[in-house]
């Protein structure tokens, strides 16, 4: 078992430079997570003020471009997340982007747009339910001290929101990391398709796999560090 396992570390890791599959397999992985990460945080944050605002309206005073916005919301959000990344990640490059060449960065680029606008739809969601948890007094305490609705979400509403959502914001970007794996059906060589390469290149199965999973293993306990850090950090301001 000893001679097994290491014969196929030497085959994975040593031979012909494989490890370089796999540090360019992390590249690819944190540039499609990071990137899709501000589209999705961009366009949930449009999202949930969209239908932040809809909701807070008076039933009198109904605006129908906002309404329009709304509905288109709803489809959004119930298109995105009734349906699974993949099946979108292949719309998006054999549909979508089917006159694209092959080429790692139009494959980048596909796989940023998808996951972020699959994100995008969680994020949305999340971030209005933080909104919606702030209490209706800090909204009409801005108004009476003159704000416009925008100033007072920009500066009253969505700095308290934020906090309270940290940590849903952070198991969405450590779900993003683990999902952007199934990029390796369009072919772009992330960790899983480096693996997948070396393996094929080897036959060695166990270390290969046994090597990105504790690669996903370490950059998530990263992660998990970081944003715990984060929130004792923005509880301690909150103490002070």
Not at 31 to 52: F, H, N, W, Y
Not at 144 to 166: D, E, H, R, W
Not at 179 to 198: C, F, H, P, R, Y
Request: charged letters at 15%; one cysteine or more.
């Amino acid at each position: 078992m000893w001679e097994t396992l290491k014969t196929g570390f030497y085959q994975t890791f040593i031979l012909d430079n494989n490890y370089m599959y796999f540090v360019q397999g992390i590249g690819i992985t944190l540039l499609t997570t990071v990137l899709a990460l501000l589209i999705g945080l961009a366009l949930g944050i449009i999202v949930a003020l969209i239908r932040s605002a809809h909701d807070q309206q008076q039933a009198k005073h109904k605006n129908p471009v906002l309404g329009f916005f709304n509905v288109l919301a709803n489809i959004y959000l119930t298109v995105i997340r009734g349906t699974p990344a993949m099946v979108q990640l292949l719309i998006m490059w054999f549909v979508i982007w089917a006159s694209a060449r092959s080429t790692t960065q139009n494959m980048v680029m596909c796989a940023v747009l998808t996951f972020g606008i699959n994100s995008g739809a969680y994020v949305a969601e999340i971030i209005r339910s933080g909104i919606m948890s702030i209490d209706a007094g800090q909204m009409e305490a801005g108004r009476s001290l003159g704000l416009s609705y925008a100033t007072t979400m920009k500066c009253v509403i969505i700095p308290q929101a934020f906090k309270n959502v940290l940590p849903a914001l952070g198991n969405e970007l450590i779900t993003l990391l683990k999902e952007t794996s199934i990029v390796t059906v369009i072919g772009l060589k992330d960790l899983t398709k480096g693996a997948m390469i070396i393996q094929g290149k080897t036959y060695q199965a166990i270390v290969p796999f046994l090597a990105i999973a504790a690669i996903y293993l370490a950059m998530v306990m990263i992660l998990t560090t970081v944003l715990g850090r984060l929130e004792r950090r923005m509880r301690k301001n909150d103490q002070r």
